[in-house]
């Protein structure tokens, strides 16, 4: 049986790439930048991208979205608790789907994001970014990344949406637990080493947010980046660069917040002139969420979707994530001369080339490597988490050597939200936080042993009060009594406060969560000071996704951690 040229394993990656290009419409051209998201109905809930809300009205089925191919699947794990046994089937159903819709048989690269392990019901959740930063051990970070890919790989993933390379400029942005912290070069160090381990299982690793995210005015997230060109070359690109230079980065995702004026996704010096003719980059370039449709709807600088479809491919977008709302129109603004085919066709060659590379176009193709039972959490997976988790822990204060006890004490007050909420472990990007806790709170993806559990292992004849003394957020005092009767009951005060890892303001930590204030959240600091002021010996740990003034605890709290 004769196969097409583009099947054709003997055949080169180029080779069979110009065959198929050489046969594809002009609208399966346009189909394969663009991507579909299959995704649950949240109702009033807000969902898990900005205005997501606005894109759920009035979109094409699955059915109708795969007419005539597609570039890419949008997070079918990482939307809805599925059984990884579930999720494996529903993709294979989908790329099936995919497969018929597409007049040359070609199915579609599937991106999940994986910053703290890939988003999905039941996998190991490694600990966010920010302690990758802490841990100073690319090493570690490579071993976690080689992990995440295999297990993504295992179930049909190709793609996953991490590393976040955003340099830290303003303690209140939301997303700093999301980025490896302040310095450009360990950031750099790190991410590239996150890169050649995901890419070492054969999934291709995404660097975002290019460029400049971190840096919007007042830490308020999509808000305008104003810096001079030697701040930025110095600080925000330096990451980027040795990521794709070192790392050999497959795909970079642009930033939302306009650049001196300019948005990225539309922005030729920075897609194309920079990232491709400077440093070299060779794979693609994916929008973030809408960023296409947002040129037009947020940032005002085209009329409509066709514009901004035309001015995003020539700058040097390829896919339209996470699903196409734009790129619909790149078929007939080629036919009326609005667009050259030779900027489509670029475009194309680069998808169809990471689709050859991944095997996507193989004869014996299929959706998921793995046709056993699978386990996403294995024990060697949690045991490096666990490793990464304790050598991210910080030290800050330790007044009179307090730490490690020198002996066991008999009655310890646990206190605050942190010490009774085993989210608060959790990053944003975590399954828990991010699906979970969007559609239905009901506990943990996987299981996830709270402070109280840690305590008591550690110290066994000790009698542990757990008290929480206050929300994460609110106003709410009436807690803090209890808590300072089971403190003045003590030998020592363990007192855990800090962030609990949300969506757009449905916690005190991630995106969407930009503050005003660097004082602790909710009423935690009246907590604080109210168990310091029973001259119990206090241990302080901070679980907080960005950092928070601590000055009004220096010298009184015995151990700050």
């Not at 790190?190 to 830490?219: D, M």
């Not at 980046?225 to 795909?251: C, N, T, Y």
């Not at 808590?483 to 007192?495: D, G, I, Q, R, S």
């Amino acid at each position: 049986m004769t196969i097409p040229s583009w099947n054709d394993r003997s055949r080169s990656t180029e080779q069979r790439v110009e065959a198929l290009l050489a046969e594809l419409s002009l609208e399966e051209k346009a189909a394969q930048l663009g991507s579909y998201w299959k995704r649950p109905t949240l109702g009033d809930a807000e969902g898990f991208a900005p205005m997501q809300s606005t894109f759920d009205e009035g979109r094409d089925p699955f059915e109708a979205a795969v007419d005539g191919g597609l570039g890419h699947l949008t997070r079918p794990y990482g939307s809805a608790p599925l059984e990884p046994e579930e999720g494996v089937e529903n993709l294979r159903a989908m790329q099936q789907a995919v497969v018929a819709g597409s007049p040359h048989g070609i199915p579609a690269l599937v991106h999940e994001e994986c910053l703290t392990g890939i988003m999905a019901h039941g996998a190991t959740t490694y600990p966010a970014a920010i302690a990758w930063g802490a841990s100073f051990d690319p090493e570690l970070i490579g071993e976690m990344a080689q992990r995440i890919g295999a297990d993504m790989r295992g179930i049909g993933a190709h793609m996953g949406l991490s590393p976040v390379l955003d340099v830290v400029r303003d303690y209140r942005w939301g997303r700093i637990e999301e980025t490896m912290g302040e310095d450009p070069y360990l950031t750099g160090v790190l991410a590239t080493a996150y890169v050649r381990g995901l890419q070492s299982a054969g999934v291709i690793a995404t660097l975002k947010h290019f460029a400049g995210h971190a840096a919007s005015r007042a830490g308020r997230n999509h808000a305008p980046v104003s810096i001079g060109m030697r701040e930025l070359h110095d600080i925000d690109l330096v990451p980027f660069e040795m990521a794709v230079r070192q790392g050999k980065a497959g795909a970079v995702m642009n930033s939302y917040a306009d650049l001196d004026g300019t948005p990225p996704a539309a922005s030729r010096w920075l897609l194309t002139e920079l990232l491709r003719e400077t440093w070299g980059f060779e794979g693609t370039v994916v929008a973030d969420y809408w960023a296409v449709s947002f040129l037009e709807s947020m940032h005002r600088v085209v009329e409509d979707d066709r514009q901004a479809a035309v001015t995003s491919l020539r700058a040097g977008m390829d896919i339209e994530l996470p699903e196409t709302t734009a790129f619909p129109h790149l078929a007939d603004a080629v036919r009326d001369g609005e667009l050259e085919i030779e900027v489509l066709d670029t475009a194309v060659r680069r998808i169809l080339r990471q689709k050859v590379e991944l095997g996507l176009l193989d004869p014996d193709f299929d959706a998921a490597t793995t046709g056993e039972a699978i386990d996403l959490d294995q024990e060697d997976s949690r045991d490096l988490a666990r490793l990464m988790a304790e050598e991210s822990i910080i030290l800050l204060e330790n007044t009179g050597e307090m730490l490690p006890l020198a002996a066991q004490p008999s009655r310890i007050a646990l206190i605050g939200p942190a010490a009774v909420q085993p989210r608060s472990f959790l990053g944003c990007y975590s399954f828990t936080n991010h699906v979970l806790s969007r559609l239905e709170d009901n506990g943990t993806s996987v299981d996830v042993p709270t402070l109280t559990d840690g305590l008591t292992a550690e110290f066994p004849a000790a009698q542990v009060t757990t008290v929480g003394g206050a929300e994460f957020t609110g106003t709410d005092t009436s807690g803090i009594a209890e808590a300072v009767a089971a403190a003045e009951a003590a030998e020592l005060a363990v007192v855990a406060v800090g962030d609990i890892a949300g969506l757009f303001g449905a916690g005190t930590s991630g995106e969407g969560c930009d503050v005003e204030s660097l004082q602790l959240p909710g009423v935690q600091h009246e907590l604080v000071e109210a168990v310091l002021a029973t001259g119990t010996p206090v241990v302080l740990v901070l679980v907080t996704g960005r950092p928070y003034s601590l000055g009004a605890y220096a010298g009184r709290a015995r151990a700050i951690v």
